[in-house]
């Protein structure tokens, strides 16, 4: 695949996409998982593969889940990751939708299996939804970061380089071999608030979706989310004003944030915000 592409829909022309996230490490909340399982509900996706789980996951960590079925029949649910494909209205390109738990070993030969999954579609870009633990409080917007794979990647798309050095997930890895075979990878991280970390948190989740929307360049059916996003922080807030505490913390919070944020008060940041609102009631 081409890294030289001078911006993001250079890799949108007419080769899938894939956007992937994974339970585990990388998942705060469970906020980037909801992600697919959002698209793959509203873009009526289509299973097309599976990994065994048996080379990858240790079952006394990832235990597997026992069901019942309609007709009482009891059924295990094993813990591994799926491939959707799907075709989204008004997308010049189809996408594939991953959906994982981080693996217990072997990260090499997994993501292995899941790139060669990739280059069999022509894949030209990937896209991994995260979520991560930070100092921000519920009640301003989720902050979401874009992070490419490598420097030349990061100034061809004007993204903000990543200064992060330390431990990292199966989203990391799978943006270093996409690397090493020539494909364009990069992450969106959702950072959520770390006091009410307990999933679900729909308001990332919808944060993610919104980031999701302006690189495609598509409408992303909602549904439910706006209305659950909501009802989240109308909860958080009944909870923080029962605690003295938790209160005056999300308080220092925002002030911070707002601080912060005054720079990106401007004409030209409503504009561009208002300009995004518009073209999504043009495309419903």
């Given amino acids: 695949m081409n890294l030289e592409v001078k911006s993001i829909k250079g890799y949108l022309a007419k080769n899938p996409v894939a956007i992937c996230s994974f339970l585990g ?63 989204p209205p008004g997308s010049p390109n ?3 939708l991953v959906q994982g738990i981080e693996p217990n070993m072997r990260w090499r ?25 930070a100092d921000a409080p519920h009640t301003r917007p989720v902050p979401v970061t874009t992070v490419a794979a490598t420097v030349e990647l990061t100034e061809n798309l004007d993204f903000e380089a990543s200064a992060y050095e330390g431990p990292t997930g199966i989203i990391g890895v799978i943006q270093d071999a996409a690397t090493d075979r020539e494909m364009a990878s990069i992450s969106l991280w959702a950072a959520i608030p770390h006091y009410v970390s307990s999933p679900p948190n729909p308001k990332g989740t919808l944060a993610l979706i919104s980031k999701l929307e302006d690189l495609l360049d598509i409408p992303i059916p909602l549904d439910d989310l706006v209305d659950e996003s909501r009802a989240w922080q109308d909860g958080v807030d009944e909870l923080a004003a029962e605690d003295e505490e ?20 401007s004409g030209e940041a409503i504009a561009r915000e208002f300009e995004r609102y518009l073209k999504r009631r043009t495309k419903d």
């Fill in 25 to 87: 490490w990388n998942d705060a909340g469970e906020t980037a998982s909801n992600v697919i399982d959002h698209l793959i509900e509203v873009w009526d996706a289509t299973e097309i593969a599976s990994i065994d789980p048996d080379n990858y996951y240790d079952y006394q960590v990832a235990r597997p889940r026992v069901r019942l079925s309609d007709e009482g029949e009891r059924i295990i649910d094993w813990p591994t990751t799926r491939i959707f494909l799907a075709d």
């Fill in 109 to 133: 030969s997994y993501v292995a299996e899941i790139l060669d999954i990739f280059d069999d579609y022509e894949t030209s870009l990937i896209i991994s939804c995260g979520a991560l633990l």
């Fill in 94 to 96: 189809s996408i594939l």
């Fill in 246 to 265: 938790i209160s005056e913390y999300v308080t220092r919070l925002e002030s911070t944030v707002d601080a912060s944020d005054l720079p990106e008060a």
